[in-house]
């Protein structure tokens, strides 16, 4: 199969020339890429099974109906469709042997990629809110994070992160591409997507640095004031066990933003570099398996609320069996 497989572009118009991209994928020799398969299918399966157990905990268990859980719920949701945009069409290609994208399944990939990531953006800063008022604001915590609240920080998590997918989506949709066409990665995304672009994409690129400052840096510095004021508070407990159990229920979180917004950044604000490499396809990995993947992980372990709500689905389905 040719690697520049083109369409005509009619005259006169500036519509783009590739009919499809070539996904290379991160491995290229056949033994190898057997391993990859079973490697991301115990991932992919891992990760659905960890977060639609959390979900479920946090639905049937009525210990878990409070704010912090239902953020969790909502995450791991996230997480199940984060995943699933990337992880089984690469898994279909590696069966296949077929390595093609089309142009419009790639654009639909990078905006549902976009869209849950960035809801996920949003939803880790309510949840940082979250534990501010649970923390700092005790008193007034049940009428500021009511369920209508609640509700409107998810509902508005969502408009944002739309607004910034189709915001990157329709730029994406101006440029031209008239080949090559091979993206040296397993999914579709704007750091390769600009790569092979034969239309200058500065315009994309600072529309990427601005959106992504309001997208990132804005929810990031909302997490570091409130976690700044909850230090500040757990350090006034006087009881040890007190000040364990507070930073307890914010380890968990702070680690899963550490995560998400390091390897987010890595990925986004570097595209000054000529040539995207190896590490690219790393923190790719990151983005769409190893965090899904850890999220469920991290809270169930660190967790002593899920982990005996999750004891308790399964032995209740045993007593039943």
């Known amino acids: 199969m040719s690697l520049q497989k083109l369409m005509e572009p009619e005259a006169g118009t500036n519509r783009t020339a590739v009919a499809e991209f070539i996904l290379l994928g991160l491995v290229q020799t056949e033994q190898v890429q057997s391993v990859v398969f079973v490697l991301f299918l115990f991932a992919y399966l891992v990760t659905i099974g960890g977060n639609l157990s959390i ?19 909502n995450l791991s949701a996230l997480d199940v469709g984060c995943i699933t945009v ?8 590696l069966l296949s042997h077929k390595r093609t994208i089309s142009y419009d399944a790639c654009l639909s990939q990078l905006f549902f990629f976009h869209l849950l990531a960035g809801t996920d953006c949003f939803l880790l800063t309510a949840m940082a809110y979250d534990r501010f008022l649970a923390i ?8 500021r994070m009511s369920q209508t609240v609640q509700r409107m920080l998810v509902a508005v998590s969502w408009v944002c992160a739309f607004s910034n997918a189709l915001t990157h989506t329709v730029a994406m949709s101006t ?9 040296h990665h397993f999914y579709c995304d704007l750091p390769q997507l600009f790569q092979l672009s034969c239309s200058s994409t ?28 909850v230090a500040a508070a757990v350090l006034r407990i006087r009881s040890a066990e007190g000040r364990k159990k507070a930073f307890s229920t914010c380890g968990s979180h702070l680690t899963v933003v550490a995560i998400f917004y390091g390897s987010g950044i890595f990925n986004y ?18 983005n769409t398996v190893i965090n899904p993947m850890l999220n469920p992980i991290i809270y169930s372990l660190r967790n002593p609320d899920v982990q005996s709500a999750l004891w308790r689905m399964l032995v209740g389905r045993r007593a039943l069996a």
């Open 136 to 143: 700092c604001r005790p008193l007034t915590y049940s009428t």
């Open 202 to 229: 500065q315009l994309n690129e600072l529309l990427l640095f601005a959106v992504g400052f309001l997208m990132a840096g804005t929810p990031m510095a909302l997490i570091v004031i409130s976690y700044i004021h």
């Open 55 to 73: 979900l479920a905990a946090v639905l049937v268990e009525p210990k878990l109906h409070t704010p912090m859980y239902f953020f969790l719920g």
């Open 269 to 286: 604000m570097r595209l000054g570099s000529t040539k995207l490499s190896d590490k690219d396809k790393a923190v790719g990995i990151f």
């Open 86 to 93: 990337t992880v089984p069409s690469m898994l279909g290609r």
């Open 175 to 183: 440029l031209n591409f008239c080949g090559p066409n091979v993206i």
